[in-house]
């Protein structure tokens, strides 16, 4: 679970609701003040995660000229969802990214996917070549692998998909949740209310997807979307070696945040978000 480094939006963050043919979704959205903006991001968050991941990086990206909207996925957080495991499927995430993707258009997207969402994000990118669609500028994955997590965080997964309809999702948030400092008190309740939020289904339904998704970077490498591998230093979830490998496939730029691990765009979001702008401006003009 990623810990944003503050929890209520800045100024010039509006919190609302992005309606797209496959239903709302609860979003944060920054934008250049007074100017078009040069380029759109949609970012999309990891397993157990939301909107708030990248809280942090909305307002570096805006004043480097783009918009910037980071959503809740079906059954995250602040986006309703169905009760079924079937509405969870990797597919209909991507569907439901090309959807929004849809509505914040026309011009191409900056999609970026941290973790799961990198997985989804894939997906999407995936999907669209499929049919033909070109709604992607270009493609960031932070801290998301060639497929399925490490053996260790693939028991984890297991671990929650097993106890979470036994013991509660209050109990769980109780036994693994590290509360900050008096000070940070405003963040722990964020992450409760998050965390008590998110649909169980889609928790099971997204864990079995960390759990089994295949190797599909040399599919992705044939899109030809220009790319970028960006994580921390150190990572538990997908190795890092694993993430220079993909990186060399896809012809990606590769970036490794100092001082990071497994959620940059949390713990080190102004290097990210020069790091993101910094990909961006050499697609200019083309994907500007």
């Keep these: 679970m990623s810990r944003p480094p503050f929890a209520a939006p800045p100024v010039g963050v509006r919190a609302h609701r992005l309606v797209t043919r496959r239903g709302e979704f609860a979003v944060l959205d ?5 100017e078009r903006p040069i380029g759109t991001a949609l ?3 990891g397993y157990t995660g939301s909107k708030e991941d990248f809280i942090a ?8 000229g783009y918009r910037a909207v980071a959503v809740d996925g079906r059954g995250q957080f602040e986006s309703s969802g169905a009760l079924a495991r079937s509405g969870y499927g990797l597919g209909a995430l991507a569907e439901d990214v090309l959807a929004q993707a849809e509505e914040l258009g026309p011009d191409p997207i900056h999609l970026v996917g941290h973790s799961l969402g990198g997985l989804i994000a894939r997906g999407a990118v995936l999907r669209a070549a499929v049919d033909g669609r070109k709604p992607f500028a270009s493609l960031t994955l932070i801290a998301s692998g060639a497929g399925r997590v490490g053996r260790w965080h693939r028991i984890k997964v297991r671990a929650l998909a097993v106890t979470l309809p036994v013991l509660g999702a209050g109990t769980i948030f109780r036994l693994v949740h590290r509360r900050g400092t008096e000070a940070e008190a405003e963040i722990d309740e964020l992450l409760r ?5 998110n649909v169980p289904a889609q928790l099971r339904a997204t864990g079995r997807t960390l759990r089994f998704e295949p190797d599909r970077v040399a599919r992705l490498a044939a899109v030809g979307l220009p790319a970028h ?5 150190r990572d538990g979830v997908w190795p890092v070696r694993g993430l220079d490998r993909m990186a060399h496939t896809l012809r990606a730029r590769r970036t490794v945040i100092r001082g990071a691990k497994h959620s940059p765009n949390a713990e080190r979001p102004d290097a990210t978000a020069s790091a993101l702008t910094d990909f961006w401006s050499t697609l200019w003009p083309a994907a500007g």
């Design 193 to 197: 209310r998050r965390w008590m939020s």
């Design 229 to 233: 591998v960006l994580s921390g230093e």
């Design 30 to 34: 920054a934008a250049p003040r007074g």
């Design 57 to 64: 990086l909305l307002a570096p990206l805006a004043e480097a």
């Design 43 to 45: 970012l999309i968050p």
